[in-house]
Each structure stands twice: as structure tokens, then as C-alpha cells.
């Protein structure tokens, strides 16, 4: 199959509109919409209707044969395509997990019982294509940039002729898939700035961790290693305990995603700010947490995984998430909406510092840039 490009809107997650369900083996059947006769069938039922009044005039038998068969094949073609498109399917393929920002590759797989040709369109890659040899499976790839959410789907249509291009029967339905969209990692070029996590979060605080340096005692706990055991202290206090280490490398990171209210757009923009923060802090070794919607966890790969599924995603209204607890942290990067895009706000000791704000238009290179410029730059 040939695909020509359109002017590509952004594509859209699963919307309000029915998804189709598919079949055990993905094809999923579009219903028909409408049927026509085209310009070439009623030029062709016009001659069929000369030549049998030519024929009846001069008693040419031969000539009202030619004029039956003539006639005789618009409903047989008007049959054929009906019938082709109860036989017409589709199926679209992805991967099981892509990211937001960018490149994905698209394939749409069309079939149906007819030697005929059709024309596809797909509204999630906004691409056309004419489809030949439906009988083995024809396929329309294209490459398009989706948005956060789990789930994807876009309408197809596909108008299917019969072999003389007498009647056009259309047919369209959702098509959707399972694939997971997760927000995408901007990636911060310069690392240089992470031993500086540690002093803006209170680095030299102590706490209790992994060092070498006795902090204190406390009680046993289930899961504690029999080497932390302070068996001199254990002994005066008649009771288990042991020794609590400091460990002042490893400042508590923490990154909050504000309450609401959320356009698509701007929560899309929040996320990835989100999702860079959390990765580059974690990747410095700090104890990173996120909290969004409700929801606080530790930066990992699962949660990335349920920031996909936050809602409010493309097409939808705008929402106000739920609000998290606090949380303990030494150092906390809060993420809220304002008129233009998200707001970033670092909060230290009780000193709240504005970073600046991510246009809600941003770019994936955007994001990265402007993460790149105000983490390295943090004194």
C-alpha cells in the first residue's frame, strides 16, 4: 500500500468515542457507513439504456444482449461491494509501550474477501492510502508522535469499490489499541551539577542511614543485621538494640505535582519536568519520592508507568488532581499550573525559590534545554 503524509494533527489517547472491540487474533471489522453509485456506473446504466432502445429499433438481438449485460452488471456490482465490505477488517500494531515526544512507528493492516481496491484513512497518523490485493493483506505505515495515556486509538475509514469501479461502499469504526504511552525522561546533558543535590538539600544534615558514623541506638527491629547490634548497650538496657548510622550523602528529594486545576497540555509539560527531575536526582543517588493525584511513591519504573494513566489526558476537560499528604524531604521541587504553562518552584528550609515557568507549548527539546539550564545552574 502507498501512503501519502497530511498535515498531521497531534494524535489524541482513547477518547469518548467506541472503540471497536478486536478479535482473538487483533482484526477488528468496520461498520459500513453509506454506499454510492459513481459517475462511471450512471454513464454506464445510460449506455446500457441506448443501446437497448438501439437495439429494439432495429431488431438487433445481439445489440439488447450487449445492453443487458451492460445494465445487469450494476447490481451485480452493487452486490459485490456490499459483500466485500462485511469481509473488511483492520488491524493497527504498536508497541506495547512508547514514549510521549516521541517518533512512534504506526502500521495499519487492512483485509477483506475482493480482488477491488480502497482508500484508508487513518485519523491517528493522519495519513491516506490506496490499498490493493486486500486479499493478502495490504499495509499503511506512517510515524507520529503521540500523547501521554494508556491506551490509543483513531478512527479509519476506507471507502471499498468493486473490481470496475461501479459502486463505493464506506465503512469506518475506532480502532484502538493497548499500547502504554508513558510521559516521556527529558535527559539533562550536564551532570556536573548533581554534587551540588546534595548541599541544596541540606547535605551536611545528619540522619540515620548507611555511614560509618554512630548517630544513636534504638530498638530492634524485625529485618535489622545482627552486626548492627550494640550488645554492651543491649545488655545495660536488658533489651535489644542497635546502632543507628548516619549517612550524610544521601539527602530525601521530593517532587510534587500541585492539586489542580490541569489542562491536557499542561499536565503533559508538568510530567516531563516531573519525570526529569525525579530521574536526574535519582540517578545522583538521592532517595527520590513523587507525589501526584493522591498518590506518593519512589521514583522507579512502575511509577513512571502510573503517571501515564493520570488523568486528565488529551481531549479531555480540564481536572484538579487530588492533593498528597506532605511528605518528609530535604529538598522539594513543586510543579503547579499558571496561565501559560507550569510554574517550578524549589522549596529549601521553608525558602520557597521560583525556578521559572515551562511553556505549555514546550517541545520535548525544550523541556530537556530549559532542565538542562536550571539544574546545572543551582549554586
Do not use: K
Not at 514514549?99 to 484513512?121: D, F, I, K, Q, Y
Amino acid at each position: 500500500m502507498s501512503a501519502l503524509s497530511l498535515p498531521r494533527r497531534r494524535a489524541a489517547g482513547v477518547g469518548a468515542r467506541t472503540t471497536i472491540p478486536a478479535g482473538p487474533d487483533g482484526w477488528v471489522p468496520l461498520v459500513p457507513t453509506r454506499t454510492r453509485v459513481t459517475r462511471r456506473a450512471l454513464i454506464q446504466g445510460l449506455l446500457g439504456v441506448v443501446l437497448y432502445g438501439a437495439g429494439a429499433n432495429v431488431s438487433a438481438g445481439w445489440v439488447v444482449a450487449l445492453s443487458a449485460i451492460v445494465i445487469g452488471s450494476l447490481p451485480w456490482a452493487w452486490w459485490s461491494a456490499r459483500r466485500a465490505v462485511r469481509t473488511l477488517a483492520v488491524r493497527r500494531e504498536l508497541p506495547p509501550t512508547v514514549t510521549a515526544g516521541r517518533p512512534t512507528a504506526v502500521s495499519l493492516e487492512v483485509r477483506a474477501h475482493t480482488a477491488a481496491m480502497a482508500v484508508v484513512a487513518d485519523d491517528l497518523t493522519d495519513t491516506v492510502g490506496v490499498a490493493t490485493g486486500l486479499g493478502s493483506g495490504a499495509r499503511l505505515t506512517a510515524t507520529v508522535t503521540l500523547d501521554r495515556g494508556r491506551g490509543v486509538a483513531g478512527e479509519v475509514r476506507v471507502a471499498l469499490s468493486d473490481a470496475f469501479g461501479l459502486v463505493t461502499v464506506h465503512a469506518a469504526g475506532v480502532v484502538g489499541s493497548t499500547t502504554e504511552v508513558l510521559p516521556a525522561v527529558p535527559t539533562v546533558r550536564r551532570p556536573a551539577h548533581r554534587a551540588a543535590w546534595a548541599v541544596e538539600a541540606g547535605g551536611d544534615a545528619r540522619r540515620p542511614g548507611d555511614g560509618v558514623d554512630v548517630l544513636g541506638v534504638r530498638e530492634y527491629r524485625r529485618g535489622d543485621a545482627l552486626r548492627a547490634v550494640a550488645w554492651r548497650a543491649s545488655a545495660r538496657r536488658d533489651q535489644l538494640v542497635v546502632r543507628e548510622l548516619e549517612d550524610p550523602a544521601r539527602p530525601r528529594v521530593r517532587v510534587d505535582v500541585a492539586p489542580g486545576p490541569w489542562e491536557p497540555r499542561t499536565l503533559d509539560r508538568a510530567l516531563e519536568v516531573v519525570c526529569g527531575v525525579a530521574d536526574d536526582a535519582a540517578r545522583a543517588g538521592h532517595p527520590t519520592e513523587v507525589a501526584v493525584d493522591g498518590t506518593a511513591g519512589p521514583w522507579s519504573p512502575s511509577l513512571r508507568r502510573l503517571l501515564a494513566a493520570v488523568p486528565p489526558h488529551a481531549g479531555a476537560p480540564a481536572r484538579a488532581l487530588a492533593l498528597v499528604p506532605p511528605g518528609i524531604a530535604d529538598l522539594t521541587i513543586e510543579v503547579a499550573p499558571v496561565a501559560d504553562g507550569v510554574a517550578v518552584t524549589r522549596v529549601s528550609d521553608g525558602d520557597r525559590t521560583p525556578l521559572g515557568v515551562v511553556a505549555a507549548d514546550a517541545t520535548l527539546t525544550d523541556v530537556e534545554a530549559w532542565l538542562d539550564r536550571q539544574l546545572a545552574a543551582r549554586p
